[in-house]
């Protein structure tokens, strides 16, 4: 099984750690994670505010597929003012 957990920073509780000059954001917000899924599907999303994510549980149909979005989303996070830790199946 390709499954991963995905949990992202509350940056506005310290701001100067932010990357790539964006503005602290409190999550990754859901319409950005639906752009990258791709092949993969969210079983379980959690919310710190309407629309915007703590954190999500999604499962893939390979681990390439997988680790590819493990990537994209870390990268599209920094750019979004948050930051995207992964953490693998049985890992959390």
Do not use: C, K
């Not at 099984?1 to 917000?29: K, W």
């Not at 990537?71 to 953490?87: C, D, E, F, Y």
Request: charged share 25%; hydrophobic share 40%.
């Amino acid at each position: 099984m390709n499954t991963i957990h995905v949990e992202f920073s509350d940056i506005t509780l310290d701001p100067q750690s932010t990357r790539s000059g964006a503005r602290p954001a409190m999550g990754m917000p859901d319409s950005w994670l639906d752009a990258l899924i791709g092949a993969g599907h969210v079983e379980r999303r959690d919310y710190v505010a309407p629309g915007v994510l703590r954190s999500i549980t999604a499962r893939f149909p390979t681990r390439d597929h997988r680790d590819q979005f493990a990537s994209s989303v870390r990268q599209v996070s920094n750019l979004m003012g948050t930051r995207a830790v992964v953490r693998s199946e049985g890992v959390w």
